[in-house]
């Protein structure tokens, strides 16, 4: 391969990785997740309805805003949906779409009761507008952030084991009452 080839495959590669966005953002980089389908596989195969996820995108500023390794957590519920609290409320989402991400860890409560309550309060939030925390008050529950929101359905279990004013996901690793299932990382 010449140097002719060498500079073509240089400039078509880093014209590759530019996205442009509504309003005229322009974004470079990779846009790819490190999550690939054998993970997802294996997640399919193992999650139950109660599971907790954790969530993280590498390449986002509220990933390295948020304390922790850990940015974002979720509830699974069963069917293939995913709720977990967003701006615009409490969102039901597919499986699938979330595991659009970096990093995946499954936790699960030790008590089987304690998961089906996790799933079963999950639904029944949902079926009421709650909104987002901006906030971050987890004395106050008629509005939620993300993770206030999994530890309101699993029985305010991180909010007993830390004495945090704000939770955030990786505060749900210190709960022995929550076992890790899986994940991608270490």
Known sequence: ?????????????????????????????SSYYELKGWHVRKVLELIQPGDIFLRKYDH?????????F???????????????????????????TFLRADHIMIL????????????????????NYIEYDYDFN??????????????????????ACTNRKILIPDDFLRCSALEKIWTDVG
């Open 60 to 68: 986002y500023l509220g990933s390295i805003l948020i304390k922790g």
């Open 1 to 29: 391969m010449g140097l002719f080839y060498n500079i073509k495959r240089a400039i078509v590669t880093w014209f590759s990785d530019i996205r442009v966005y509504k309003f005229g953002l322009i974004l470079w980089g």
């Open 138 to 159: 987890s004395k106050d529950t008629k509005k939620l952030y993300c993770t206030e929101f999994v530890d309101v359905c699993a029985d305010n279990l991180i909010s």
């Open 108 to 127: 699960r409560a030790r008590d089987r009761v304690m998961a089906t309550r996790i799933c079963e309060r999950a639904k029944k939030l949902a079926e």
């Open 70 to 96: 850990w940015s974002h957590s979720a509830v699974y519920i069963g069917d293939n949906s995913v709720l977990h609290m967003l701006a615009g409320g409490i969102t039901s989402e597919d499986i699938l």
